[in-house]
């Protein structure tokens, strides 16, 4: 009698469990510009900081529009023209105040 060797993979039966990740994007420069916003519209009392918050939220939301997702990029640059409305304000008042 002649024995025939098998391999190891015809007698055993392997699953193969493939996972598929799905991939979560997301635009850093929308976000930095929806909370530098956000910051600067709730300082919009404080004279320099609010400023340069702002036009740092301005210009990290308009670029963020620019990538995908664009939802808080677009958030942060409503909230900059707001916040530009307030600043506008306060420092309306604060030249009325001095006169």
Do not use: H, Y
Request: with cysteine; glycine share 8%.
């Amino acid at each position: 009698m002649e024995q025939q060797e098998q391999t190891p993979s015809a007698t055993t039966n392997q699953t193969q469990v493939i996972i598929q990740q799905t991939e979560t994007k997301s635009n850093g420069l929308g976000t930095a510009g929806f909370v530098l916003s956000l910051i600067a519209i709730f300082l919009c009392w404080v004279p320099v900081l609010s400023w340069i918050l702002w036009i740092l939220g301005l210009i990290f939301s308009f670029v963020g529009i620019f990538k995908s997702p664009r939802g808080l990029a677009i958030t942060g640059l409503v909230i900059s023209l707001i916040d530009l409305i307030l600043l506008i304000v306060v420092v309306g008042a604060f030249m009325a105040a001095l006169m």
